[in-house]
């Protein structure tokens, strides 16, 4: 089989190349193609617009979607590592000039305007700010949660938002790959698929991916899929935990996203005197300092089972402490120098991973993160796996605990931590065999960059044809996941 065969993912084989064949969101769509028209006739007064809503729902599709319908020229900006305000004013620069000589229109895309200010060059958001106001091409950016685009920005921006699929929508799309690829399925097997997915699109196709890909047929018993989180935002949890009258959904709400109750608090903390007044924060901050108390002792004793009790005082006790509905002011996140007393966040430590995963790849952390993780993460619950990975890695056990969904203390990370330091000690790093066995296949060896161009050539060989000028953010696939 061809490189292109085996190795090309599926999310990218099947995005939609036009915005007709985008599944829902059709009144986001029409809006997006309404601002385009108006930039065939001329600079309009909204120059920039922002689509933004969880991930894996359409949102780069979209914007690459509506360069492909107008036949406008795309200019990407796609690592957040890489914009800095100078990387930026040399993207956007270059895109006007460009225009003025070809005439025709350039669509700029910054995908993850959320992350902008984040970066080490603080002067991003200011110098995207300059631009949008000053540009003589299209911007359009996309954003997770409006609420990490700095405030500069949104004024000048047109809000997008897409919604999460529903699973029907996402099963008929996997129904459709299925037969592409000439897999008979069984429905259920993929509803269970599409459900887990919880509306993310990406997830889905690449959870069909591992399950479905080489075999002729797919039935219920053949999809394991590890669970995925609901996603809910750090600002969807607060609402239901200031705004909801129940507290179950209040606690539940706080699994799905990445802060730990050492984050989590703080964010309710720094929000509750904007968000209840008088007697009701008196009784909120009663329920905080008692969830502080369990927290201490998490720590003291290294016992996470006191987790449970401080996310229930924090979050349900807060809710029960509320004896009206009050208007709801916007929440905002805690103070810098509050998050940095806390301990590693499982988000700083789910980037690390994937921070790890891309330098063995070769390829970046938001990639590793959103496509390759999950991967790691399925392997990991074969033991054997967890070590060769481990050593692959060189994960700490902070690091293995995330990946095979344990606490940090527990027999079960340190015997895999120990078991790869002296697989480690036997054979370098690199050398470890992920996959055991078979020579041909079972090194996980670093692409050689000839035979990587190589093979991103052939991946790209399934896109559209874009005349695309693009920062690389590098995508190169390697024998890890070649099974
Ligand atoms: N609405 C949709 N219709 C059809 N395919 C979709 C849709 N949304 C996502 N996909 C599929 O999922 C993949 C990822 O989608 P896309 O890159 O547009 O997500 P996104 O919303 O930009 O996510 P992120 O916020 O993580 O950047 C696409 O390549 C495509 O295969
Ligand atoms: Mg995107």
């Not at 405030?151 to 997008?160: P, R, T, V």
Request: aromatic share 6%.
């Amino acid at each position: 089989m061809s490189v292109s065969e085996t190795k090309i993912e599926w999310s990218e084989k099947y995005r939609p190349a036009a915005l007709s064949e985008i599944v829902g969101n059709s009144k986001p769509v029409s809006e997006l193609r309404a601002w385009a028209l108006h930039w065939q006739h001329g600079v309009p007064d909204q120059r920039a617009v922002i689509l933004h809503g969880k991930p894996g729902i359409g949102k780069t599709t979209a914007a690459h979607a509506l360069a492909h319908d107008f036949d406008w020229d795309v200019i990407e900006l796609n690592a957040s590592d890489q914009r800095t305000a100078s990387a930026i004013k040399q993207v956007a620069g270059l895109a006007s000039e460009t225009a003025s000589l070809s005439g025709g229109i350039r669509l700029i895309i910054l995908d993850e305007a959320d992350n902008i200010h984040g970066n080490a060059d603080r002067g991003g958001a200011q110098a995207l700010a300059r631009i949008i106001k000053e540009t003589s091409q299209p911007i359009l950016l996309t954003a997770n949660d409006l609420y990490g685009v700095s405030q500069s920005i949104k004024n000048l921006c047109m809000a997008i938002a897409f919604r999460s699929l529903q699973s029907r929508s996402i099963a008929q799309m996997l129904k459709k790959i299925c037969h592409n690829e000439g897999i008979v399925c069984d429905p259920e097997a993929l509803l269970k698929i599409a459900e887990n997915a919880h509306g993310d699109v990406r997830s889905a196709i690449n959870d069909l991916q591992a399950v479905a890909q080489g075999k002729d047929e797919l039935y219920l018993e053949g999809v394991v899929v590890s669970p995925r989180d609901s996603r809910d935002t750090i600002f969807d949890v607060l609402k239901k935990i200031f705004r909801g009258n129940d507290i179950k959904e209040a606690i539940n709400a706080t699994y799905g996203i990445d802060e730990t109750p050492d984050d989590l608090i703080q964010w309710i903390d720094e929000n509750l005197p904007a968000q209840y007044r008088g007697e009701d924060v008196t009784s909120a901050m009663r329920a905080l300092s008692r969830a502080d108390v369990f927290l201490g002792r998490v720590h003291l004793r290294q016992n996470y089972r006191m987790w449970r009790y401080a996310g229930a005082m924090m979050t349900s006790g807060v809710t029960v402490s509320k004896s009206r509905e009050y208007p709801g002011a916007r929440f905002m996140p805690p103070s810098k120098w509050r998050m940095l007393r806390s301990t590693r966040t499982s988000r700083q430590v789910r980037d690390g991973i994937s921070e790890k995963i891309g330098v063995q790849c070769q390829t970046s952390q938001r990639y590793a993160r959103l496509n390759l993780l999950p991967f790691v993460k399925m392997l990991s619950a074969d033991r054997d796996y967890a070590v060769r990975l481990t050593a692959w890695m060189n994960l700490d056990t902070t690091e293995i605990a995330y990946i095979i969904g344990s606490k940090k203390d527990t027999k079960k990370v340190k015997t895999i931590h120990q078991e790869a330091k002296d697989m480690v000690e036997d054979v370098a790093p690199e050398k470890v065999e992920i996959f055991g066995g078979s020579e041909s296949r079972a090194k996980v060896e670093k692409v050689e960059p000839e035979k990587k161009g190589e093979q991103e050539k052939q991946v790209k060989k399934g896109k559209p044809a874009k005349k695309s000028e693009k920062i690389p953010e590098k995508k190169s696939q390697t024998s890890l996941f070649d099974f």
